[in-house]
């Protein structure tokens, strides 16, 4: 049985939107197993050349902060020319909710 130990959750909502290239989830994908941010969930589409993905990750494991991850995926989107975005799971939610 899991113990609720009041600390808010690890997982993050990560988006990717811009011009379908070759690479992106490689790109996208080898930052987080670098830095062992485990992937939970992915869906992406590809609509009239323009790649859009949405990420469950896992950030228990990882030795980076969330800020740090969310820059990093930032610049990481800038040298492949499209928009990476990280939130909080919590946040999103909030954000998303009817």
């Known amino acids: 049985m899991?113990?609720?130990t009041g600390k808010t959750s690890d997982k993050a909502?990560?988006?990717v939107i811009g011009k379908d290239t070759v690479g992106i989830i490689a790109k996208v994908c080898t930052y987080l197993?670098?830095?062992?941010i485990n992937v939970l969930d992915i869906n992406?589409?590809?609509v009239k050349g323009f790649f859009n993905m949405m990420m469950i990750v896992e950030m228990?494991?990882?030795e980076?902060?969330?800020s740090k991850c969310s820059e990093d995926l930032d610049a990481v989107g800038a040298q492949i020319g499209v928009s990476i975005k990280c939130q909080k799971e919590e946040i999103f939610e909030k954000m998303?909710?009817?």
């Open 2 to 4: 899991e113990q609720n």
């Open 13 to 15: 909502i990560i988006t």
């Open 33 to 36: 197993s670098e830095h062992n």
């Open 44 to 46: 992406q589409t590809i």
């Open 60 to 62: 228990n494991e990882s």
């Open 64 to 66: 980076v902060t969330f």
């Open 96 to 98: 998303h909710r009817i």
